[in-house]
């Protein structure tokens, strides 16, 4: 088990519904030894996994926000149409998908 993963949803749980429920409904496993094609601190594979490749999150809130942006590419997938999702580029999709950890770290600092 990885406690930070364990903490970062807990965190998550304590103070987003919204996010948690995300979590829950496009998430089926979080490896924290896992890698990526490309380099980054997390990609979402497989339209239900998440691998964490690198520990420079930087704390278990840090965790929390890779957690939440990585779900929102999952939800992106889920919500889009087919065609707007391949219309709407790769830096809308990242630019999308940090904002949302963004406002759900504006959340947890309240």
Not at 19 to 44: M, Q, R, W
Not at 46 to 51: A, C, D, E, H, L
Not at 60 to 66: E, S
Request: proline share 2%.
């Amino acid at each position: 088990k990885n406690t930070a993963v364990i903490e970062a949803i807990k965190i998550i749980k304590q103070n987003s519904q919204e996010y948690y429920e995300k979590l829950c409904n496009y998430v089926a496993t979080i490896d924290s030894a896992g890698s990526c094609d490309y380099p980054a601190t997390a990609c979402a594979y497989g339209g239900n996994k998440i691998s964490i490749e690198r520990n420079n999150y930087g704390s278990t809130q840090g965790l929390a926000f890779v957690l939440v942006h990585e779900t929102c590419h999952f939800h992106q997938g889920h919500t889009a149409t087919p065609e707007s999702y391949v219309n709407f580029d790769l830096q809308n999709r990242e630019s999308e998908c940090y904002s949302e950890g963004q406002k759900f770290l504006n959340e947890i600092s309240k």
